[in-house]
């Protein structure tokens, strides 16, 4: 009986601890700005090179048969894909983007449309990650073939370090404003109440000439990477005194 009393009272003073840590766990979690509270939207920005070049290729034909233009089509195809593969385009740097067969009307006066044959178009979407040899590259697919020719879309294959480096720049520009607005008002910052980022993103620079129409100015088709901005935009919040 003595034995189960004592167990009891030690139970009892193990317990009694945990309400006022529970009472501060709670007050902490409700804690709330006691000062001024300042929001501030900021932006974090770098430049790079690009070094990843996305360009579409692809072959229209027509034919008077749906079968005619799709075979004209894939054996013209299969030329484009084997000069991409002859200048060293991997595999995986190759990926069908469409694929189409369309019926082609002629429409006389007060008449029924009559068919007049078929017109077949295959897309690719191509990786260059030598952007200097992609021009003399696309003038190789329009020998083969090649009719239809879009892009580039540049980008930054591994962007992540130059996003870091343009929050850093985010980051140091909020702290920067806010003791701008803090002195202004004759206080001090206190603290980061929080911080969010709308992710980042690039900036594109604004559109080159199509290479088909620079091809017919230059001895061949000329890409230039130039430069790219990567954005990070942050909204944060502090706490004035």
Known sequence: MKMRMLLLALLASAAIPAAPAAAQTAAQQTQTITGTRLDISTTGEVTRVPDLANISAGVVTRSATAAAALQ???????????A????????RDIQTSSINL??????????APE???YTASNQVTIRF??????GKILDALVAQGANQISGPNMTVEHPEAALDEARQQAVAAGRARAQLYARALGM?????????????????????????????ERSYTK???????????LSMSFQLQ
């Open 72 to 82: 004209e089509n894939a054996d013209r195809m299969d030329r484009v894909i084997a």
């Open 188 to 216: 001090q910052v206190a603290r980061v109440v929080s911080i969010s980022e709308s992710g980042g993103y690039y900036a594109p620079p604004p559109a080159p000439p199509a290479p088909m129409a620079m091809a017919a």
């Open 102 to 111: 369309n019926p082609e009307y002629r429409y006389p006066r007060d008449q």
């Open 115 to 117: 068919l007049t044959g």
């Open 129 to 134: 990650r030598d952007i200097a040899a992609s």
């Open 223 to 233: 890409v230039e990477p130039g430069e790219q901005k990567l954005q990070v935009s």
């Open 84 to 91: 991409l593969k002859r200048a060293g385009i991997a595999d």
